[in-house]
């Protein structure tokens, strides 16, 4: 077994400590893997990341003088990922920030209290008061950019002062004594982390980035036949509801944020449901496109119990027909890098990868690498969701990296 993409004891740095965002990806393994399994001529291809989450395939792919398209359904992570892609050099942020500091605490940025529902569940009432102090002195400032910088800085004091547990992706609330013992020093840490993030922004000069919110299937459909030369992603394992909660790890944030500073394309009802994100992610709710069939897929469907199959097959036809779709839009020639981990449903394990690749092979898009990777410092909590009467789900530990090359002339 091959583990040369573990990178044990190798921590983010620089741009990729900004913002909370769950399974988060390597950023040396993956800037390893297109160096690896590009060509040269960096500076004249174009990358896509079609499930592009923190967005550290993007910002990696930069570093190589690439083009960069990122997709992804979460407005937390198209706002991270601009403000990761956004060259910084043209605005004097250093001034900007300071005047913002010196004046923060101005009481003028006391109203009009914020609010929303079920706000009280997952936030203390003088915490509330403070991110709302917080939260109109970012909508004072003028420059959208510097703003999404200050949102970004300040889902992370949410993370922290917020009433959920981060022990799991799903939205769990602390016990009273929990949150009765939280120390409110919400306005100092934020300052702090102002000052302090702010040194990692982005400031050299890089081709453009088009960060793109909205369904993987929908924004690729409007992408040219062989326009793409790299895929380089990490997919969803299944469906995010018994999976990765992405969107629930993500929506105090996003109650919070002002998100017409997104994106102009979001629908603001995205963020009335917690679990309406999620439930818009690949296999959550049903479609009308092509279903998948295969021997070895209905092989696993007959493994696993019948109530259990429906959010299975929903999630990978949905896989597949984003498939389809970047075998449509990858170049002769181009290469396709995916990191796939294979979740258990039932207590079986679902063969995604084996089912990615006989997927691309159905596209005439061969399989020309592929090795094990135990993940090691994944952002990602030990337990991941809780069965009934089996308790709480250890999280994945191993995944698999896959590179397939498009032969079809």
Same mark, same amino acid.
Request: net charge positive; hydrophobic share 35%.
């Given at each position: ?61 930069? $570093? ?10 979460? !407005? ?47 936030? %203390? ?9 917080? %939260? +109109?002195?970012?909508? &004072? ?5 510097? %703003? ?31 949150? $009765? ?14 000052? $302090? ?89 049903? $479609? ?25 097959? %929903?999630?990978? +036809? ?62 990602? !909590? ?9 308790? &709480? ?17």
């Amino acid at each position: 077994m091959n583990h040369n993409w573990d990178y044990k004891g190798l921590h983010k740095e620089g741009i990729h400590t900004l913002g909370k965002y769950p399974a988060m990806m390597v950023p040396r393994m993956q800037l390893d893997l297109l160096k690896r399994f590009g060509d040269d001529d960096s500076e004249n291809k174009t990358l896509l990341d079609p499930f592009m989450g923190s967005g550290t395939a993007i910002v990696e792919a930069r $570093k190589m003088k690439m083009k960069t398209i990122g997709i992804d359904i979460n !407005p937390y992570a198209v706002l991270l990922t601009k403000v990761k892609t956004h060259d910084y050099s043209n605005i004097s942020t250093d001034s900007i920030i300071n005047k913002f500091i010196k004046n923060i605490e101005n009481t003028k940025f006391d109203e009009p209290k914020w609010s929303f529902y079920n706000i009280n569940k997952w936030f %203390r009432a003088d915490i509330i008061l403070s991110l709302t102090h917080i %939260r +109109n002195a970012i909508l &004072s400032e003028k420059d959208v950019w510097i %703003r999404r910088f200050l949102w970004i800085c300040m889902s992370e004091i949410i993370y922290e002062y917020s009433n959920d547990r981060t022990s799991t992706f799903k939205l769990h609330v602390k016990t009273q004594d929990q949150i $009765k013992n939280i120390k409110n020093n919400v306005i100092e840490d934020f300052k702090k982390r102002v000052v $302090k993030k702010s040194k990692v922004l982005c400031k050299e000069k890089y081709p453009s980035s088009m960060i793109c919110f909205g369904d993987t299937y929908n924004v690729c459909e409007s992408l040219k036949n062989k326009s793409v030369d790299i895929i380089c992603t990490s997919p969803p394992y299944g469906d995010n509801a018994t999976t990765v909660t992405y969107g629930q790890a993500s929506i105090l944030f996003l109650k919070w944020i002002n998100i017409d500073d997104i994106d102009n394309d979001i629908d603001p009802e995205i963020l009335n449901q917690y679990s309406r994100i999620d439930r818009l992610s690949l296999g959550g709710e049903k $479609k009308n496109e092509e279903k998948y069939r295969s021997k070895l897929f209905d092989c696993y469907l007959e493994s696993i119990d019948k109530k259990k199959r429906e959010k299975v097959i %929903r999630f990978i +036809n949905d896989y597949w027909n984003v498939i389809k779709q970047l075998s449509r839009i990858i170049k002769n020639d181009g290469t396709i890098i995916f990191t796939v981990g294979n979740r258990k449903v039932d207590g079986k394990e679902q063969p995604l990868d084996e089912l990615t690749v006989e997927m691309f092979k159905k596209q005439n898009i061969e399989l020309i690498y592929s090795s094990y990777r135990q993940i090691l410092n994944k952002k990602m !909590p030990k337990k991941v969701s809780h069965i009934n009467n089996v308790g &709480s789900v250890d999280s994945m530990n191993q995944e698999k990296v896959l590179v397939f090359k498009n032969r079809s002339k």
